[in-house]
């Protein structure tokens, strides 16, 4: 079974930087597009970040400058490296296929910015 699991977030003080990992468990992620997605409560989930196939990345007018995606086709992971961080971006953080499958839907990882 194809899964997405998530780490690397936290408590973190406005200004500050996280980085999150996205671990997939099949080699189909390395020949789509991937993206990162957020949420927070009573709102929808959001795309934030995308890289395709080929390394082309496109984000969200609300981190561009500030988060960067990326990621390592050999070791099937997809990163988010989020510098100057905002208390608005606080949120439970996902990773899935752009556009995005219900299927691959994990557990997220929260990201909390708050002084």
């Known amino acids: 079974q194809v899964q997405l699991v998530e780490s690397g977030g936290g408590l973190v003080q406005p200004g500050g930087s996280l980085r999150l990992s996205c671990a997939t468990s099949?080699?189909?992620?390395?020949?789509?597009?991937m993206g990162w997605y957020r949420q927070v409560p009573g709102k929808e989930r959001e795309l934030v970040a995308t890289?395709?196939?080929?390394?082309?990345?496109i984000y969200a007018d609300s981190v561009k400058g500030r988060f960067t995606i990326s990621r390592n086709n050999a070791k099937n992971t997809v990163y988010l490296q989020m510098i100057s961080l905002k208390p608005e971006d606080t949120a439970v953080y996902y990773c899935?296929?752009?556009?995005?499958?219900?299927?691959?839907w994990g557990q997220g990882t929260q990201v909390t910015v708050s002084s």
């Open positions: 899935n296929s752009v556009p995005a499958s219900n299927k691959y």
């Open positions: 890289i395709t196939r080929d390394g082309s990345t």
């Open positions: 099949g080699s189909i992620f390395s020949f789509i597009s």
